[in-house]
């Protein structure tokens, strides 16, 4: 069985904390430091280091500190990129735990019924199979996270009001993508 089953299982339960209530957190891990943007009542929060939120709707519209911002049309496309691309982050974020949840399902059944069985050659096949799933869905986050930084860089570069709010470091999804792959290898 893969070595990374029982790290999966701990950010899925990270990762869905405070999903009943209407809000979702998303986390956004890199370096030395963890960032964060949560996902809320229609609209995405980036928190920054000392400085209010700043919201951005699904319509491109921004607000820091419930102030709206004015931004041009190009900036509003940003804007709603940033927001969806948050969304799929969130999205695949869920898909991955879920596939995660069923492998750890697949693991017990796996290991019970080679146990009884008197075939435990098969348990690391199946597990594996199984796994290969959330590898496959933890791979869509590492994209997600590599255009989320993309798009907050033209963001930053063509608005000002929002360079204190370009949470994600440039080795954030390079750091994403190793990851999967050294827990590919285990």
């Given at each position: 069985?893969?070595?990374?089953?029982?790290?999966?299982?701990?950010?899925?339960?990270?990762?869905?904390?405070?999903?009943?209530?209407?809000?979702?957190?998303?986390?956004?891990?890199?370096?030395?430091?963890?960032?964060?943007?949560?996902?809320?009542?229609?609209?995405?929060?980036?928190?920054?280091?000392?400085?209010?939120?700043?919201?951005?709707?699904?319509?491109?519209?921004?607000?820091?500190?419930?102030?709206?911002?004015?931004?041009?049309?190009?900036?509003?496309?940003?804007?709603?990129?940033?927001?969806?691309?948050?969304?799929?982050?969130?999205?695949?974020?869920?898909?991955?735990?879920?596939?995660?949840?069923?492998?750890?399902?697949?693991?017990?059944?796996?290991?019970?019924?080679?146990?009884?069985?008197?075939?435990?050659?098969?348990?690391?096949?199946?597990?594996?199979?199984?796994?290969?799933?959330?590898?496959?869905?933890?791979?869509?986050?590492?994209?997600?996270?590599?255009?989320?930084?993309?798009?907050q860089e033209t963001l930053a570069a063509q608005?000002?009001?929002?360079?204190?709010?370009?949470?994600?470091?440039?080795?954030?999804?390079?750091?994403?993508?190793?990851?999967?792959?050294?827990?590919?290898?285990?």
């Amino acid at each position: 069985m893969r070595a990374y089953l029982l790290s999966v299982l701990v950010s899925i339960a990270a990762g869905v904390t405070g999903c009943s209530s209407g809000t979702t957190t998303t986390y956004i891990s890199g370096g030395s430091a963890t960032n964060y943007i949560t996902i809320h009542n229609g609209s995405i929060a980036v928190h920054a280091p000392e400085r209010a939120d700043a919201d951005i709707t699904a319509a491109g519209d921004l607000s820091i500190s419930s102030t709206s911002v004015a931004v041009t049309g190009a900036q509003r496309d940003l804007l709603k990129h940033y927001y969806s691309t948050a969304l799929a982050l969130r999205d695949h974020g869920i898909a991955t735990g879920n596939a995660g949840i069923a492998t750890a399902g697949k693991a017990i059944t796996s290991v019970a019924s080679g146990l009884i069985s008197g075939n435990t050659d098969k348990i690391d096949s199946e597990v594996n199979a199984s796994a290969t799933k959330v590898e496959a869905q933890a791979t869509l986050i590492c994209t997600d996270l590599a255009a989320l930084r993309s798009t907050q860089e033209t963001l930053a570069a063509q608005l000002p009001a929002f360079q204190p709010y370009a949470v994600i470091k440039a080795d954030d999804a390079n750091d994403c993508q190793r990851d999967v792959r050294d827990h590919h290898r285990a």
